[in-house]
Each structure stands twice: as structure tokens, then as C-alpha cells.
């Protein structure tokens, strides 16, 4: 079945550092890819999505390009804010698979920005 | 302002008790969805409805019951057959079109007395 994996938090990196989070996935279709953000106590914000092989998303000065040749899709950002700091989420959906449109979810990656 | 709209944010549930969780949405989106997420986890899906008067099973459904009355309200309810209940839970919604990203509420908190 389908699945993502997200590098394991959390990572802490100094104010204006560059930040990478890793996320590579499995599907059998043709998946689109998303990153959500959760700040505490609150809901996920969509951040940033792809929908096709080479496509890149980006928000709020951040980017990740869907790379099919490897399966990944990961974050990044040039210069990180403390009020980045949050709960980083990749997902895919794969209709070509599962006609709900479902979201299937990594673990998480917590993000700590200090000033 | 659209958006979605979950009730309480807070839900304390007795031994043997059902709770309904609210999540109204007035995005006009067709398809909406029940999600839990644990600590260190991420989100898994309890029920979802693609259109009024239909719902379907997710991956986590026992335990749960849902309704879909009106287009902008999905209540989840959470059963005393629900043996681990104690979770954030988050509603979402998504338009139509292959490409549409789900849209987020801002979660209901639930804990067991």
C-alpha cells in the first residue's frame, strides 16, 4: 500500500538557517503531494502542494519539488524564522488507488527555530 | 470568512459515555472527512462523505459513527465501544476536481474522565 516516511524531529537550527526536511514516499498510482503545518493546539494549514512529476510547490518562502525518479518530495527553506517553528506533515493522495481521496500521512517532523 | 468550524475545542468523555464532536464547513466543499491524530503521530482517517447522505468507512472506523445530513456538517460521534478515545480530532473538507487539496479545521481535544 501506499505510504510516507519523514526524517524524525525534532530538528533545531539557529534563526536564518537553512532548512531542509525530508520526506520520500510509496505509491502505486499517480499521487499528488502535499506539506501541511500544525502550530500548537491548532489544525493543519496547507503549505505547499504538487500534482505531477517535476512540479515544484511553494509558499512562504518555502519549496519542495515532487521527484519521481526518487520518490521524494522534500521541504526546504533558505533562511528559517523562529515563528516557523511548528509540526511539519507530508502527504500524499492517490486517486488512481483509493477513490476517497484520502490523505495518508507522515509521522511528523517538529521544527525549533531559535532566535 | 470560509472556513471550517469544529466544536468544542475541548471534550471530556465519562466511562460508558457517547460524545458527538461538531465540525460545520462553508466552503460548499462536497467531500468531507474525520481524522485522528495521536502524539508523535501522524493523522489517520475515521470516516469520510463524498457527498449528503452518504459515508463511508476509513481506515480506523470502529468506534466511531458519523452523519451527513446537511452539505456543511459532518458530526463525528465517538461510542463507549471506542476503547482508546483520547486524541486530537480534525474535520477537513476538499472541492471538487482531482487536484484539491483537503482544508483543515482547527481540531477538537478529546480526553477521558
Known amino acids: 500500500g501506499n505510504s510516507v516516511t519523514q526524517m524524525e524531529g525534532p530538528v533545531t537550527l539557529s534563526e536564518e538557517a537553512f532548512l531542509t526536511i525530508n520526506c520520500t514516499y510509496t505509491?502505486?498510482?499517480?499521487?499528488?503531494l502535499f506539506w501541511y503545518v500544525q502550530y500548537p493546539g491548532e489544525g493543519l494549514q496547507l503549505l505547499l502542494k504538487a500534482t505531477k512529476a517535476d512540479d515544484k510547490g511553494s509558499n512562504k518562502g518555502f519549496e519542495a519539488t515532487y521527484r519521481k525518479e526518487t520518490t521524494s518530495f522534500h521541504l526546504e527553506k533558505g533562511s528559517v524564522q523562529v515563528s516557523d517553528s511548528a509540526v511539519y506533515f507530508c502527504a500524499l493522495s492517490d486517486p488512481s488507488e483509493d477513490s476517497s481521496y484520502k490523505l495518508i500521512f507522515g509521522s511528523g517532523t517538529r521544527l525549533l527555530v531559535r532566535p | 470568512d470560509g472556513g471550517i468550524t469544529q466544536s468544542p475545542k475541548y471534550l471530556f468523555r465519562k466511562e460508558g459515555q457517547n460524545v458527538t464532536l461538531s465540525c460545520e464547513q462553508n466552503l460548499n466543499h462536497d467531500a468531507m472527512y474525520w481524522y485522528r491524530q495521536d502524539p508523535g503521530q501522524g493523522l489517520r482517517l475515521i470516516y469520510y462523505s463524498q457527498i449528503v447522505n452518504d459515508f463511508q468507512k476509513g481506515d480506523i472506523a470502529e468506534g466511531y459513527s458519523v452523519s451527513r445530513e446537511k452539505k456543511e456538517s459532518f458530526p463525528l460521534t465517538v461510542t463507549s465501544a471506542q476503547k482508546n478515545p483520547t486524541a486530537f480530532y480534525l474535520c477537513a473538507s476538499r472541492d471538487r476536481g482531482s487536484n484539491q487539496p483537503q482544508h483543515f479545521g482547527d481540531g477538537t481535544r478529546l480526553s477521558i474522565l
Open positions: 505509491a502505486t498510482g499517480y499521487p499528488s
